[in-house]
């Protein structure tokens, strides 16, 4: 079982954003939400976490589409 995001916890990730220069990003994990912001600025952006597996679910549904008509597409011409 995982530990439950009680109280706000702080990460500074591997990814970078070209804000005002080049930095990383900022992850904090709040509860339901993800607040992401660059490295040393004030701005932020609010991420709730279940708005972010509906998208990831949606995006792999239209990959696994894709895959299938595109060997559906392969099949068809002999490849």
């Not at 970078?16 to 660059?38: C, K, N, Q």
């Not at 792999?60 to 595109?70: D, M, S, T």
């Amino acid at each position: 079982m995982a530990t439950k995001s009680i109280k706000p916890v702080t990460r500074e990730t591997s990814a970078f954003v070209r804000e005002r220069g080049f930095r990383p990003i900022i992850a904090t994990i709040h509860g339901s939400l993800i607040l992401l912001r660059p490295k040393g600025l004030r701005s932020e952006e609010v991420l709730d976490i279940a708005a972010a597996w509906s998208l990831a679910v949606k995006q792999r549904v239209v990959r696994e589409l894709h895959a299938k008509r595109a060997a559906r597409k392969a099949k068809k011409l002999g490849i």
